[in-house]
């Protein structure tokens, strides 16, 4: 018997699906068999559907069914093709339909990622210059959205209305100059537009004219492995110039001392700050690349080694009202790290408060400062003299004079 006639052969393929049923069968009873000899215990398996194992043996499994329905439709081909039969499955058509099934999904997928994960993209602006830059990103996600969901319709559209059917011989188009200036001259100037807008945005960030009724506070930040010190200037409202190479145990800034601007500067464990106040914040690091990033106040600027960046902002809404406006009693302000610095990474980052001008200014005078007497002694400045001891109250020299009176009068009139 030829091959072909084998594979045709009704017979053959019946005993082929009765010997692979029975062979299932078995499996099947051998296996219920040897579980009910062994005793049925709770398992746990929450734990396994958290192992990558686990999600990497569901993937293979989830390709080898593919695979074998691959291998089985293969095989029905070919045992039409065998039989002299017309082929049983217009692929074309399938691959059009398919086409057109993902297009609806995709198209569903864009609109379930803007109502779902929208409100996810960036929480609402705290800051001045944040305004600026939603506006900004907004336009670019519009323009992009418009063009990615036009283009997705008319590629899969396309292949849906001209897929083959035979009837119809394909236009090879190679060229056309009209078509052209039109998809180059189009983006370019859209491309212009947005990075121009990028271009002014950033100089009305980074490039402002200081108010003198209106001077932003300066606040140093020091990154290092894995945390921040925060450094307020004082009463001068300038903050002290510092140097890599006093850096030790006591001095870990490297605050030279030498500048009297540095006498007063103070520390906190937060950063507070007044609202509709213009911040300028001093970044540097004390040893390797981290990323300052304050993401209520659209801010992030890289801290590195040896060299000090700077930003201002004015923030604008308190944490109070942010608490109200998220509905979050529990809601805080951060600045953390963005750079992935090393195994502590996580660990970086600090609370910041926006509270009002007096509340400012109450708790800045409850902060201490850098200069402490050890720092005081090693760099030969004087200490600051102890509190003397409340005085002695005096005795109450009164009521003794009045007893004494009263005994010198009883003494007379005897």
Known sequence: MSLRKFISNKTIAALAVILTAFASTSAFAQAAGAAAETVAKPVDMGPVYKTVIFYTMAFLLLCLFIAIIGKALKVYELTREAQDKPKGINWNAVNGTLFAL??????????????????????????????????????????????????????????????????????????????????????????????????????????????????????????????????????????????????????????????????????????????????????????????????????????VPGMTSYFEFTPTITTEEMKAKTNDPKFAYLFLCAKICGEGHYKMQKEVRVVSQAEYEAWVKKQGTYLTDDLRKEFGLPVTAAPAPAAAKPADSVAKDTSAVKTNQLALKK
């Open 102 to 303: 993902f297009l609806i999904v995709g198209l569903y997928g864009v609109y379930w990622e803007y109502t779902v994960h929208g409100n996810m993209i960036l929480p609402e602006a705290a800051s001045e210059h944040g305004k600026k830059i939603d506006q900004m990103f907004n336009i670019t996600l519009i323009i992009t959205t418009i063009v990615f969901v036009a283009t997705h319709i008319i590629l899969f559209a396309f292949a849906y209305f001209y897929k083959n059917t035979g009837k119809r011989k394909a236009y090879y188009y190679p060229h056309n100059n009209a078509l052209e200036r039109i998809w180059t001259i189009v983006p370019a100037l859209v491309l212009t537009v947005l990075v121009l807008m990028g271009f002014l945005t950033w100089r009305s960030i980074f490039y402002k004219i200081e108010d003198p009724n209106n001077k932003p506070i300066s606040i140093e930040i020091t990154s290092s492995q894995f945390s921040w010190a925060i450094r307020y200037p004082g009463a001068d409202g300038i903050v002290g110039v510092k140097n890599y190479k006093l850096i030790n145990g006591v001095n870990q800034l490297g605050i030279d001392f030498k500048d009297k601007n540095t006498l007063d500067d103070q520390t906190a464990d937060e950063m507070v700050i007044p609202v509709n106040k213009p911040v300028r914040l001093i970044l540097t690091s004390k040893d390797v690349l981290h990323s300052f990033y304050m993401p209520h106040f659209r801010i992030q600027l890289n801290t």
